[in-house]
């Protein structure tokens, strides 16, 4: 079952989408409330590009936060920090550090994620912040989905630049930037590789 490129091994129609993109295929929970699938959550989600003209609600954006606080660790370490940013005049100035990509300054919100770090290397010779914000930022985009929002990871960016705008320490990385709003437009989904070209069983 391969993500959202349209090779899943499971038969059956693809969930339909709201005007919001969220699909209408949902379980019930035990209380009857309406429940996302995350295998839903995982196939509808896209890089959204053209955002509506429409302000994240308060509590929506604390909850695609809280999601993000609860991602795992190395080491529960959580080097994670987020900076939201919904002022209109300091989006149109990442916009600028982000080599000028419109969405980023259309975008009702953008949250730079950040590693406040001490460079620690796992044994397996990988540093940590960048896959624990890896895994903190993507735990976001999921819980947007269910939210009926859209996010796009962005990276590429002037970390410098962002630094600037943000006022964020010389100390602190900024590993990536997220949009988050209302989708304006759902665009389709992009092929992914089957499970046969990706996978090894026991060895390589």
């Not at 209109?88 to 950040?114: E, N, S, W, Y």
Request: aromatic fraction near 4%; charge should be negative; proline fraction near 6%.
């Amino acid at each position: 079952m391969v993500g959202r490129g349209g090779n899943c091994a499971c038969p059956g129609p693809s969930p339909k989408l709201s005007e919001a993109g969220v699909a209408e295929s949902t379980r019930t929970g035990n209380k009857g409330d309406a429940l996302m699938n995350v295998m839903d959550a995982i196939r509808q989600r896209r890089s959204i590009r053209t955002y509506a003209d429409r302000p994240v609600e308060e509590e929506k954006l604390n909850l695609v936060l809280e999601a993000g606080r609860l991602a795992p660790s190395a080491a529960n370490r959580q080097e994670w920090r987020y900076v939201v940013v919904r002022d209109h005049d300091t989006r149109q100035k990442l916009m600028q550090a982000a080599k000028g990509q419109g969405f980023v300054g259309q975008a009702p919100v953008v949250i730079a994620a950040c590693a406040e770090t001490d460079n620690h290397v796992m044994s397996c010779g990988q540093l940590c912040y960048p896959i624990d914000v890896a895994i903190s930022t993507d735990h976001m985009t999921l819980k947007a989905i269910e939210e009926g929002l859209g996010t796009c990871w962005v990276g590429a960016f002037y970390e410098a630049e962002v630094k600037v705008v943000l006022g964020i320490p010389d100390d602190v990385r900024v590993v990536d930037l997220l949009t988050l709003g209302y989708p304006a437009d759902i665009p389709p989904p992009r092929p992914r590789l089957s499970l046969s070209e990706i996978v090894h069983h026991e060895k390589w």
